[in-house]
């Protein structure tokens, strides 16, 4: 299941539930109590099993990601 962020639009708190793409259950701020949500775009990782550790270094040893 991914995990989805929303912004209460009263008061712009921001929070993610892990859910289902097409749950339709609504969410209550714990700040202000309202449901009046919007999803929000939010980042997210991925690591493949091939990619390096982190405690590995770079091939070239000037990463731009360190």
Not at 4 to 31: A, D, M
Not at 39 to 59: G, K, L, V
Request: proline fraction near 6%; glycine fraction near 4%; include cysteine.
């Amino acid at each position: 299941m991914p995990i989805f962020e929303y912004r209460w639009k009263k008061c712009g708190y921001v929070t993610s539930f892990l859910e289902k793409s097409n749950s339709q259950q609504p969410h209550i701020c714990e700040k202000c109590s309202s449901q009046d949500t919007k999803r929000i775009f939010s980042t997210f990782a991925s690591r493949s099993s091939s990619s390096p550790s982190s405690s590995s270094t770079c091939p070239t040893g000037t990463c731009s990601l360190s």
